[in-house]
C-alpha cells in the first residue's frame, strides 16, 4: 500500500524537495535520525544521477512512492521515464589502500549499495525503477 507519493522535476535546484520529502517519510516510520541522514544520502546520490543522465538535453519527472507494510520495512519506490539504466549492473569499485590515489566522484552507486538494505531495479515498461528498502526498529 503506497501511503504517500511525490512528483519533482528531473532539475538540480528541485531535489531538494524531493530529499525532504524522504526525509520526513522515514522520520515518520520511525528510523533513529543516524538512518535517517544515510537514507537521505543514498536518496541524495540516486536523484542526482537520473537528474544528470536520465533526460539528456531535457528535463522529465520522477515519482518517489513511500510504503510501509507489515514486514517492518520501508519501502522507497523512485521511477521515471528516462533512458533504461540500472546503476545496480555497475561493476563494484575498487578502493585503493590509499584514498588519496582515488579520483573525485564515482563513489554514489557503492554509498547506495552500503547504506540501504536492499536495492533493486527493473525496467516496466517505459520506467526505470529503483527501490531502496529499509529495514524499521521494532
Known amino acids: 500500500m503506497v501511503l504517500d507519493t511525490i512528483t519533482i ?20 516510520a520511525g528510523l533513529p535520525l543516524t538512518r535517517v541522514r544515510e537514507v537521505e544520502l543514498a536518496t541524495e ?6 537528474c544528470h543522465y536520465a533526460y539528456p538535453g531535457e528535463t522529465g519527472t520522477i515519482e518517489i512512492h513511500y510504503t510501509q507494510d507489515d514486514t ?17 549492473d555497475l561493476p563494484e569499485v575498487d578502493l585503493p589502500d590509499d584514498i588519496e590515489q582515488r579520483p573525485v566522484g564515482g563513489l554514489g552507486i557503492l554509498l547506495i549499495r552500503t547504506l540501504m538494505d536492499r536495492v ?6 517505459e520506467k ?8 524499521l526498529p521494532h
Do not use: K
Not at 546520490?45 to 537520473?50: C, G
Not at 526505470?128 to 529495514?135: A, D, E, G, L, P
Open 9 to 28: 522535476p528531473t532539475q538540480l535546484p528541485c531535489l531538494a524537495q524531493g530529499i525532504a520529502f524522504v526525509v520526513a517519510c522515514a522520520t515518520a
Open 45 to 50: 546520490e540516486l536523484l542526482v544521477n537520473i
Open 72 to 88: 517492518h520495512q520501508l519501502l522507497l519506490e523512485f521511477s521515471d521515464t528516462g533512458q533504461p539504466f540500472n546503476p545496480l
Open 120 to 125: 533493486t531495479y527493473n525496467r516496466t515498461g
Open 128 to 135: 526505470n525503477i529503483v527501490q531502496f528498502m529499509i529495514r
